[in-house]
């Protein structure tokens, strides 16, 4: 029922008629159950109160404190980057979500979003809390995650991101995973990175070791903090010298390449820990034109060795 029928027939009130008591108090029950617009208070209605036309706006706080259904049309919420929507409590997209804002971030804090098909956000976004995604998650912008990150629960759902991640927690990726969109892209892993299962290089992919081009002549103490490659050119040493390897960030499995071009003068290789001599490198005939060695067991050991021809 829209409205509280007449109590009397169309609403007219002839002039002169009695005014029964019976009508007073149907006025009176109206009355009672109209809403209070300037007062407030309590109400339960029996059934749903719809409002059409022009719809309804509210200048102060909107407060639901059960469930908020917004059933039909479109949404807006805020008309200015300055409107904030706080939720605070965990959140559920069943249908997709695009975030738009170039300029604007999305931050989630302490709420645990769920998207359950799909995610695209064309400006930044800000993850505090925990992050799902099941289906196709594309971030045009800076992905800031401060908490732990689940995207996908299918190696066929994919995660694309054109923009800048950075994870400071957990990140997990039960998909494939897609990080830049040319070769200017760049992926920058400032942490330990554990593989679980083999790397494969494809197409132009390779791996590029860092060379420390030797240019001092004198004895050095270098690690794998400082190159995978040490280089030493003919002409820089006029004498024997001895290259100290330290421990320092060394973990088992970790390997230095000494390679030297200089055909008469030495180089040996040193743990600095305790001195001791590991190999001789210089490029001649009947001797080592470059060696590796390799942290195991918790110290340098000789690795393997090659010999110009």
Not at 138 to 163: E, N
Not at 204 to 209: D, Q, R, T, V
């Amino acid at each position: 029922m829209a409205h509280f029928t007449y109590t009397r027939v169309g609403g007219v009130w002839a002039t002169l008629t009695d005014l029964l008591s019976a009508e007073v108090a149907d006025l009176d029950s109206k009355t009672f159950r109209s809403i209070n617009g300037d007062d407030g208070g309590t109400w339960a209605p029996g059934s749903v109160i719809i409002i059409g036309g022009q719809g309804i706006q509210v200048d102060g706080p909107l407060h639901a404190t059960g469930e908020f259904k917004a059933i039909g049309g479109s949404l807006t919420l805020g008309d200015s980057s300055g409107d904030v929507l706080t939720v605070g409590a965990t959140t559920i997209f069943e249908n997709g979500v695009t975030f738009t804002s170039p300029t604007s971030p999305t931050v989630f804090a302490g709420i645990k979003p769920i998207f359950d098909n799909g995610l695209t956000a064309s400006g930044s976004v800000s993850l505090l809390s925990t992050l799902s995604v099941t289906g196709n998650a594309t971030f045009l912008g800076r992905l800031d995650v401060s908490g732990s990150m689940k995207l996908g629960d299918s190696i066929a759902d994919v995660i694309t991101s054109f923009g800048a991640f950075i994870a400071a927690s957990d990140a997990a990726f039960a998909t494939n995973v897609t990080l830049g969109s040319d070769a200017t892209n760049n992926i920058v892993l400032q942490g330990t990175t554990t593989a679980q299962q083999p790397i494969n290089l494809v197409n132009k992919g390779h791996i590029n070791e860092r060379v420390y081009v030797v240019a001092s002549d004198s004895d050095l103490t270098l690690g794998v903090e400082d190159a995978d490659v040490i280089y030493y050119p003919n002409g820089v040493l006029t004498a024997d010298r001895n290259l100290r390897i330290k421990d320092l960030g060394a973990t088992s499995g970790s390997k230095i390449v000494v390679i030297s071009d200089e055909p008469t003068l030495k180089v040996t290789i040193r743990r600095d820990a305790d001195s001791f001599s590991l190999n001789e490198v210089r490029s001649s005939s009947g001797k080592n034109g470059s060696a590796a060695v390799r942290f195991m067991a918790g110290t340098w050991r000789r690795g393997e060795f090659s010999v110009y021809p």
